[in-house]
């Protein structure tokens, strides 16, 4: 029983880490898919809960209830035995599920599965082992998730100095302009300055040599 207490704390601490850095992202970065090889974050939320859901829940739980079939469609990565899947590369344009139905799903996953292993019903030690295993699978996509996350923040980043790139571009073009169009004045009113002076300065000296 002890196992089965580890067991239960372990899943309930790496699912809660899989929304903690879901959680760094604010809710339209976590449905970005920045590249067709890195999947979006509402995708790795809805994937590892799917993983319990068709791995554990259907095979081994008794009062198993299938969910919707888009969820096991959008959610397979590319288990051929599992079913059809989303190809990858749609995976940011065309899930049709909200952050907020994803969270369900995920909540619905581990009630289900915290209800399986606290249940009275024998428990295979495959189901445990699938367990673990789902787990494991949690934590790599855990890596993928901040590896994704990269690239998307990095196009940000790169978006952010091309922004500031075009406003400094401006704004050198604006003070250009304006250097220009002072400069033009003031050689306008210096060539006026001394066009005035010097034709001052051309009827003094006539009228003195002619006087
Ligand atoms: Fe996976």
């Excluded at 998730?145 to 952010?160: G, P, Q, R, V």
Aim: charged content about 25%; hydrophobic content about 40%; overall charge positive.
């Amino acid at each position: 029983m002890s196992d089965i207490n580890n067991l239960i704390s372990n899943y309930k601490r790496v699912r809660q880490k899989t929304i903690n850095i879901a959680n760094m992202f604010d809710q339209e970065d976590q449905l970005d898919q920045s590249m067709k090889d890195a999947s979006p974050i509402i995708w790795h939320l809805g994937h590892t809960s799917w993983f319990f859901d068709n791995f554990v829940l259907k095979a081994y739980d008794k009062d198993y209830k299938k969910v919707p079939e888009k969820y096991y469609f959008f959610f397979n990565s590319y288990y051929q035995l599992a079913g059809k899947m989303l190809s990858r590369n749609r995976r940011g344009s065309d899930i049709t599920l909200s952050l907020n139905e994803v969270s369900k799903y995920r909540n619905s996953i581990d009630d289900k599965i915290l209800t399986f292993l606290s249940s009275k019903q024998e428990i295979k030690n495959d189901a445990l082992k699938k367990i673990v295993l789902g787990l494991n699978h949690e934590q790599q996509h855990q890596e993928l998730m901040i590896m994704d996350t990269k690239n998307l923040l990095f196009k940000k980043k790169k978006n952010i100095f091309t922004m500031i790139h075009i406003k400094a571009y401006k704004l050198t073009f604006i003070s250009k302009y304006f250097r220009y169009f002072f400069r033009s004045c003031f050689i306008f009113r210096t060539h006026y300055v001394f066009s005035i002076t010097f034709f001052i300065f051309k009827i003094v000296f006539i009228t003195k040599i002619f006087k």
